[in-house]
């Protein structure tokens, strides 16, 4: 067995649909394979003009690391630091961190936008084009 970098939050169940995880690499990523796939989408079908694509970066990789965590309610999502040493309410408009609180777009919120954008690929599940 290679000695693997062992994540914060380790997950038997995806993080986006709540099924339970089989493969290994699942349960480490957090998310099975179809879902993945949703989140590389969401950022190309998800309405970012107000962030900066770093953002988007920042946005994709508090995904991936399941920073982003869905709450009881479905706009609302916990958004954990990248110490994991706090963690933030966001929402697509709003979010309780630092910038949040001075109303300028924060990366959490990109993520928001972008969890949300899995919701409609999953309604809409035909090509665009
Ligand atoms: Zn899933
Ligand atoms: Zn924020």
């Known amino acids: 067995m290679t000695a693997a970098v ?5 997950s038997e169940f995806c993080r986006r649909c709540g099924r339970s995880l089989r493969a290994s690499s699942s349960v ?3 998310y099975g ?3 993945v796939s949703y989140l590389h989408e969401a950022r190309e079908a998800a309405d970012l003009t107000d962030f900066h694509p770093w953002q ?10 399941c920073g982003l965590v ?7 999502f916990r958004s954990v630091s990248s110490d994991g040493s706090r963690a933030y309410l966001s929402t697509a408009e709003g979010c ?4 949040g609180q001075y109303r300028v777009p ?14 409609r690929l999953r309604r809409a599940r035909r090509p665009v084009r």
């Open 6 to 10: 062992v994540p914060n939050y380790i």
């Open 28 to 30: 480490t990523r957090g």
């Open 33 to 35: 394979p179809t879902c």
């Open 56 to 65: 988007a970066d920042k946005a994709s990789e508090l995904i991936e690391t």
């Open 70 to 76: 869905p709450t009881s309610h479905p706009e609302v």
């Open 96 to 99: 309780t961190c630092k910038a």
């Open 106 to 119: 924060c990366y959490h919120r990109a993520g928001v936008a972008m969890m949300r954008a899995t919701r």
